[in-house]
């Protein structure tokens, strides 16, 4: 029964959100909602298993003193800095001037900002890596690349703007071109990729094929 209730479950509430779309009526428009309200709250449920579990593991690392493990007082440091300073804040701990909002504003979101901007040396490094001539696709994805850069980056103007004549953007169109046309039909293929793929697992996962969820590949 461990694992037939969640199969049962899966399935059932599969089928009605799958249903809900051809007949959007009751009882199955209310079925979906309530759902939808079950689905907000396991996801808190979660948000905290996974807040403790990260707490539970960093405490372990310390305590055996694996490898990095200074990381993880800082882990642990932070954590409960949020956790004090939210429950101390009370209902409206998200309100400006509290505490919390404190420590999300000036810590937490500056943070943040810097892990994304390191991320702009990483997608520089792929470029790099992926735009290198060395056979006939990684010189077209090359070519283009540089086009759609130069015509987004408005060199148009600095190469053309001594011409006179407005309206002159070559780099420009081709930059549109490129985009509206071989890009877009690329990312619909993958697109259309991407949604039979998810729909052939949302089956094998209603169907009770694919059980990798219950913690087993049978």
Known sequence: MRREIPLIITAVVGIVFVVQYFIPHTPFNRFQELFSDWFFIIAACAIWLGALNLLKLSIISIQKKRRDWQYAVIIVVSWFTMAIAGILGGRDFQTPGTGFTWLYDNIYTPLS???????????????YRAFRARNIQATLLLVAGFLVMMGRVLFDDLLFGSIGEEGIKPLSEISDFIMNYP?????RAIMIGIAL???S??????????????????
């Open 113 to 127: 900002a810097t892990m994304f901007a390191i991320l702009a040396f990483f997608v520089a490094s792929a470029s």
């Open 183 to 187: 890009n877009l039909a690329g990312q």
């Open 197 to 199: 793929g998810t729909v």
């Open 201 to 218: 697992t949302a089956l094998r996962i209603i169907l009770g094929i694919e059980r990798s969820y219950l913690g087993g590949g049978d």
